[in-house]
């Protein structure tokens, strides 16, 4: 089974950026999805980005213009860079991937983003 590992995470200003990253434990490439969710304490889960196998994205709303997902496929890790950071989006940061449409999630351990002046 894969496993993944968010690194990246940490304390920035409103406006400031940051690039999180999540490596798996093995060659992914024809993995199904790989996603970013958060959560905010008192707060469920929720999907930021998605990125499928032949590179189609999807984007919640809130981060829409201002986060981009991508995927180096040599070295098996996906990326989220986050722009333009707001105190609401704070939280732990997941990486989440799915083999196939039906597979099984496998989740990352999560990484802390605080935006705070």
């Known amino acids: 089974q894969v496993h993944l590992m968010e690194s990246g995470g940490g304390l920035v200003q409103p406006g400031g950026s940051l690039r999180l990253s999540c490596a798996a434990s093995k060659n992914t490439v024809n993995f199904y999805s790989w996603s970013w969710y958060r959560q905010a304490p008192g707060k469920e889960r929720e999907l930021v980005a998605r990125i499928f196998t032949a590179g189609r994205t999807n984007y919640a709303d809130s981060v829409k213009g201002r986060f981009s997902i991508s995927r180096d496929k040599a070295t098996n890790i996906i990326y989220l860079k986050m722009d333009s950071l707001r105190p609401e989006d704070a939280g732990v940061y997941y990486c989440?991937?799915?083999?196939?449409?039906?597979?099984?999630?496998?989740w990352g351990q999560g990484t802390q983003v605080t935006v705070s002046s």
């Open positions: 989440d991937t799915q083999e196939d449409p039906f597979g099984t999630d496998v």
